[in-house]
């Protein structure tokens, strides 16, 4: 066998595994379901639904629009951060050193990772502006615990 034909099997096989491991990864390891939740996601669950208080009718229909349209947001989020670690992968198997389509790809995820911080951070404090004074004393606590617990 000569040389280019080893390197162009070699280079196949690479690609194949990168891309199958890009997407094992992505719907195993940020596939919502597969996951257990983050304990600042308990802790917002907990508190939401079983732990606070005095919610009335009102703030809990709120909470309801308010944890559906997160869930949506997450949803997508982890989705496209499974297809940026795919590409990521893809990239890898093509580059095969930090060149500029991996560093793109980095880029990419490093994104979406960015804006799902963002939509939880978002998501907490809209939860929180439906809470009366002294609920919101509860919430805080809670979740403040929560961020510092590690994951």
Do not use: C
């Amino acid at each position: 066998m000569t040389p280019y034909k080893l390197q162009l099997l070699v280079t196949i096989a690479l690609a194949g595994f990168s891309g199958f491991a890009g997407v094992w990864l992505g719907t195993h390891e940020f596939h919502p379901e597969s996951t257990s939740p983050a304990p600042l996601r308990l802790a917002v669950d907990e508190l939401t639904r079983r732990g606070l208080a005095g919610l009335t009718q009102s703030q809990k229909a709120r909470i309801d629009d308010i944890e559906i349209r997160y869930s949506n947001k997450r949803r997508k989020l982890r989705s496209r951060m499974a297809a940026a670690n795919s590409q990521l992968a893809d990239a890898l198997a093509v580059e095969m050193r930090l060149g500029p389509k991996v560093e793109s790809s980095i880029d990419d995820l490093k994104g979406v990772v960015g804006e799902l911080q963002h939509e939880t951070v978002a998501y907490v404090l809209e939860l929180r502006s439906v809470m009366s004074d002294q609920q919101q004393v509860v919430f805080d606590e809670k979740v403040v615990a929560a961020l510092m617990t590690p994951s």
